[in-house]
DNA sequence: GTTATATATGAACAGTTGTTCATAAATAAT
DNA sequence: ATTATTTATGAACAACTGTTCATATATAAC
């Protein structure tokens, strides 16, 4: 009669209890997939050495490109990311484009993995 | 004569003394590449459901299943990655896994990262 | 206007990732 | 030992990702 319930019937919960309580409780899907994007931006190397470089100082592409050693076209790919997630801000000063952190979250994100990475 | 040079100076620094002082305040590469493997592992929808099931209770792999609505296989897998991490720790009791979050590292990042997206 | 410079973007391609399905391993019960 | 159950694993395949290269845009200097 009902697919959904047949499904459901084929389902083996050991703690059937523990699974509707922590179902209650999940967050949104939604909220799931941004944190995931949230965190899939900062799963890249360059993208991290990009955001460790603007932990220390506002730098422009240029330096950017510079500093962690790839192309100027892969760096300004890759800041478009890091902006899409809010996670840079920049002020362009004549051609040149300078880029920031966008608030102390990132920087508390990227210290707190730190640690869990250098126990 | 010297080929890196060479290449060096095709590179056009605009605030040379910055890229120089971030150059040399940057991370190890392998340093990087830990931390970049561990937001990875959190940059994905199914990870991220088993961490917010894991922050609430201990549960099996049968139950994780339930919960957020994957095949078991599917689940196994990915708590392997998440084993890989370190972000979560287990137990056997018979037949049965009982998984939990390896710290409270784990949770703060989870939680900094949604704030982060809550705003 | 033209030219030069800094950055951004689109297409394409190799490499990676997550799921599914089939199968294996581990334990428990008979 | 055989069978059932829970979890883990390997192979395979589609989908996604990051770089490169070529090109476009934006500003400045002339």
Known sequence: MNREFEDRCEVHYIHED???EVQTAMLE???ILSL???FKTMGDATRLKLIFALM???LCVCDLAAVIGVSESAVSH???VLRNQKLVKFRRQGKVMYYTLA????RMLFDQGLEHVCE
Chains 1, 2 share one sequence.
């Open 18 to 20: 523990n699974v509707r």
């Open 29 to 31: 899907q939604e909220t």
């Open 36 to 38: 995931a994007e949230l």
């Open 56 to 58: 220390k100082k506002e």
């Open 78 to 80: 890759q800041l478009r």
């Open 103 to 106: 608030d102390e979250h990132v």
